[in-house]
T-cell receptor, first 115, second 116 residues
């Protein structure tokens, strides 16, 4: 049972480059989320998705793009990376509406450095 | 707006001491859910507990216990007889029923260090 995986685990990129972080879950969870974790800010929600082809903004969406063509995948793209996007990115998933509120399960994280 | 406050940024205790991590939340929802997550030095986020707003029973799981008090909007976490392996950052989080949205609001975390 692979659960929820993220790739790459570590990434160094240059300012202005496009970067895509991948997230894959094997539980068929309806909801998926992207967070970033920064010192002093805890975890902040970037985008979330309630189902395939349904996405919505979170607290800090600027500079990011998401898509969800398949239930199991939820890639996060930085269209033109900036140094302020240096962070640890976590993907999470949970069951959907009508299935009771559930905890979110997190992937292992991707540490992104923008130089 | 929903908010979670973990006023203790860092706590350091000696092994076998009891330690309580504080969590205070704000919400206008009448139904909401509270969570605790652990982030060990390896970096992953591990779910510890979920508590519903309509269930104020405290919970105990081994050395861990949680005290939920709606009157003070608090959901504190106590580790009894702490061990070095308990060293981690602990996050409290709040989820309200907002048009079906399952967004969590996290506190800033408490870094707990257990010294041998």
């Amino acid at each position: 049972d692979a659960g929820i995986t993220q790739s790459p685990r570590y990434k160094i990129t240059e300012t202005g480059r496009q970067v895509t972080l991948m997230c894959h879950q094997t539980w068929s969870h309806s909801y998926m989320f992207w967070y970033r974790q920064d010192l002093g800010h805890g975890l902040r929600l970037i985008y979330y998705s309630a189902a395939a082809d349904i996405t919505d903004k979170g607290e800090v969406p600027d500079g990011y793009v998401v898509s969800r063509s398949k239930t199991e995948n939820f890639p996060l793209t930085l269209e033109s990376a900036t140094r302020s996007q240096t962070s640890v990115y976590f993907c999470a998933s949970t069951l959907g509406r009508g299935q009771g509120p559930r905890e979110q399960y997190f992937g292992p994280g991707t540490r992104l450095t923008v130089t | 707006a929903q908010k979670v406050t973990q006023a203790q940024t860092e706590i350091s205790v000696v092994e076998k001491e009891d330690v309580t991590l504080d969590c205070v939340y704000e919400t206008r929802d009448t139904t909401y859910y509270l969570f605790w997550y652990k982030q060990p030095p390896s970096g992953e986020l591990v779910f510890l507990i979920r508590r519903n707003s309509f269930d104020e029973q405290n919970e105990i799981s081994g050395r861990y216990s949680w005290n939920f008090q709606k009157s003070t909007s608090s959901f504190n976490f106590t580790i009894t007889a702490s061990q070095v392996v308990d060293s981690a950052v602990y996050f409290c989080a709040l989820r309200g029923i907002i048009q079906g949205a399952q967004k969590l609001v996290f506190g800033q975390g408490t870094r707990l260090t257990i010294n041998p």
